[in-house]
């Protein structure tokens, strides 16, 4: 049986822009804003080399974000495969011709920006599983002949960031792929099965890491074992969390970030800056913001007509709740310290990159939520 995937309902600009999703718009712009406002306390109240670099990629990525918008789902129907090899190609490259920076080479530079292929396979997997999955009826998602395609496809990017090293993206990859798998109807035994095996592969899997990996394991059970050195970041973290008390210490008044006690507060230790100038109330309020972009990027996905805007939103969401989740975890010491941005309020081009393509796919499936691939 053959899918018409081409019928399409047309739609004018002007009926396109009243078709945007303005409550996700407003709440991504406010994210920015208070994310610069972040930047600019992270450099001592100083509109420096960050704050601009920053602001300027969140003004371009932004904008991109709206033009991707206006494509047709169809057009991401047909290209997903096309955007995951193309990223698969980039991290092959990346060990050839990537950048080394704090003994990893998780880079390329492309002139305007220092590309992290990795991050874009957040999202190019997610839209290869969505496209995959889309065209195999649910009653043979669980056939073996089917789970080759998608455990090669979430097992080769993986290994590829592992190696770089870069195990904390590998993870949150892996998470991505795993959830649309999940999201398919996927037998919870098979999840079951692999979750025991890897259980028992642990031991060996540790044997293979970095030293600095696991020493990052030892001071998540104990940071105090090394608090000058491998402990240091989680430690001051958890003073300047701590230290923000109900209503915070005021912007520009936190004295961890300030007097550069808390490295890396501009990267992944962003929540820990922002808590301490806001305290729980700001931290709570930081908390509804991304609870509300969640809940909008779900409802894009239940308003879609067909299964494959359905499967990338669902997977989507769950994926950029895994991201928040993981990051605050992380600055709280309930998990160990891993490569895992806040989206858009970290630094990072590429980061922000993905998840601006990403929103921007989401966006897409609102306007042209009536288009039908069947």
């Known amino acids: 049986?053959?899918?018409?995937?081409?019928?399409?309902?047309?739609?004018?600009?002007?009926?396109?822009?009243?078709?945007?999703?303005?409550?996700?718009?407003?709440?991504?712009?406010?994210?920015?804003?208070?994310?610069?406002?972040?930047?600019?306390?992270?450099?001592?109240?100083?509109?420096?080399?960050h704050t601009q670099s920053h602001l300027y990629r969140f003004?371009?990525?932004?904008?991109?974000?709206?033009?991707?918008?206006?494509?047709?789902?169809?057009?991401?129907?047909?290209s997903a495969y096309l955007f995951y090899f193309i990223v698969l190609i980039l991290l092959f490259a990346v060990d050839s011709f990537g950048i080394t920076a704090s003994g990893?080479?998780?880079?390329?530079?492309?002139?305007?920006?220092?590309?992290?292929?990795?991050?874009?396979?957040?999202?190019?997997?997610?839209?290869?599983?969505?496209?995959?999955?889309?065209?195999?009826?649910?009653?043979?998602?669980?056939?073996?002949?089917?789970?080759?395609?998608?455990?090669?496809?979430?097992?080769?990017?993986?290994?590829?960031?592992?190696i770089q090293p870069d195990l904390g993206t590998a993870?949150?990859?892996?998470?991505?792929?795993?959830?649309?798998?999940?999201?398919?109807?996927?037998?919870?035994?098979y999840f079951f099965y692999s979750f025991i095996v890897l259980i028992c592969l642990i031991p060996v899997g540790i044997s293979f890491l970095k030293p600095y990996q696991k020493s990052r394991i030892l001071t998540f059970f104990n940071p105090e074992r090394d608090p000058l050195g491998a402990g240091y970041q989680i430690i001051q973290s958890k003073i300047a969390l701590g230290s923000g008390g109900i209503f915070g210490k005021g912007f520009l008044q936190g004295s961890q970030s300030y007097l550069d006690y808390l490295p890396e507060k501009h990267t992944?230790?962003?929540?820990?800056?922002?808590?301490?100038?806001f305290?729980?109330?700001?931290?709570?309020?930081?908390?509804?913001?991304?609870?509300?972009?969640?809940?909008?990027?779900?409802?894009?996905?239940?308003?879609?007509?067909?299964?494959f805007a359905k499967l990338f939103c669902f997977g989507f969401a769950a994926a950029f709740f895994v991201y928040v989740t993981v990051n605050m975890a992380m600055v709280l010491g309930l998990v160990p310290i891993v490569g895992a941005p806040l989206p858009i309020m970290s630094y990072g081009g590429s980061s922000m990159l993905s998840i601006m393509i990403g929103l921007g796919i989401v966006m897409s499936c609102k306007i042209h939520n009536q288009d039908d691939l069947t």
């Open 1 to 49: 049986m053959t899918r018409n995937y081409f019928q399409k309902v047309n739609l004018s600009l002007k009926d396109k822009i009243f078709a945007f999703d303005f409550t996700l718009c407003f709440l991504i712009l406010l994210l920015g804003i208070i994310s610069l406002f972040a930047m600019y306390s992270s450099e001592r109240g100083n509109f420096s080399y």
């Open 59 to 78: 003004s371009i990525f932004f904008l991109l974000f709206i033009i991707i918008s206006f494509f047709r789902i169809q057009f991401w129907y047909k």
């Open 268 to 277: 992944d230790f962003i929540f820990t800056l922002f808590s301490e100038e």
């Open 279 to 307: 305290g729980f109330v700001g931290s709570l309020i930081l908390l509804l913001i991304y609870a509300l972009v969640i809940y909008r990027i779900a409802a894009i996905g239940n308003q879609s007509k067909n299964n």
């Open 171 to 189: 993870v949150l990859i892996a998470i991505s792929g795993i959830i649309v798998i999940w999201l398919t109807g996927f037998r919870i035994k």
């Open 104 to 162: 990893s080479k998780r880079w390329i530079s492309l002139f305007f920006i220092n590309l992290q292929p990795s991050e874009l396979m957040k999202v190019s997997l997610i839209i290869f599983l969505a496209r995959y999955y889309y065209k195999i009826p649910s009653q043979n998602v669980n056939n073996i002949k089917h789970i080759f395609i998608p455990l090669f496809s979430l097992m080769i990017p993986v290994f590829l960031v592992v």
